[in-house]
Nanobody, 124 residues
């Protein structure tokens, strides 16, 4: 079975950092990514990364603060979140897909597999 499992969420003060992890199993994914969903809001794109790690894309809201990476030997993606702001508070979802790794995938509907979500809360 295909499974994505997130970890690393928590509560942090504004300006702090968290590192999220997503362990994948059951399939090899050309693209791994992260979305987030704040209360009462739609799920929105955060970042994604291709197989080699050389192609990364970020939402404007997190660019320069968040870094996505992956370790293919561990089938794991990571989201390093620095300089966190209260508006970063959301449930963060790991996601993955197969297909053309050189295209951008910024819509939730572009992805087939999702983790359960991990809560990130940034206090002011």
């Amino acid at each position: 079975q295909v499974q994505l499992v997130e970890s690393g969420g928590g509560l942090v003060q504004a300006g702090g950092s968290l590192r999220l992890s997503c362990a994948a199993s059951g399939r090899t994914f050309s693209i791994m990514g992260w979305f987030r969903q704040a209360p009462g809001k739609e799920r929105v794109f955060v970042a994604h990364i291709n197989w080699s790690g050389r192609s990364t894309y970020y939402a404007d809201s997190v660019k320069g603060r968040f870094t996505i990476s992956r370790d293919n030997a561990k089938s794991t993606s990571y989201l390093q979140m620095n300089s966190l702001k209260p508006e970063d508070t959301a449930v963060y979802y790991c996601t993955a897909r197969t297909g053309d790794e050189f295209l951008e995938y910024r819509e939730a509907g572009d992805y087939e597999y999702w983790g359960q979500g991990t809560q990130v809360t940034v206090s002011s």
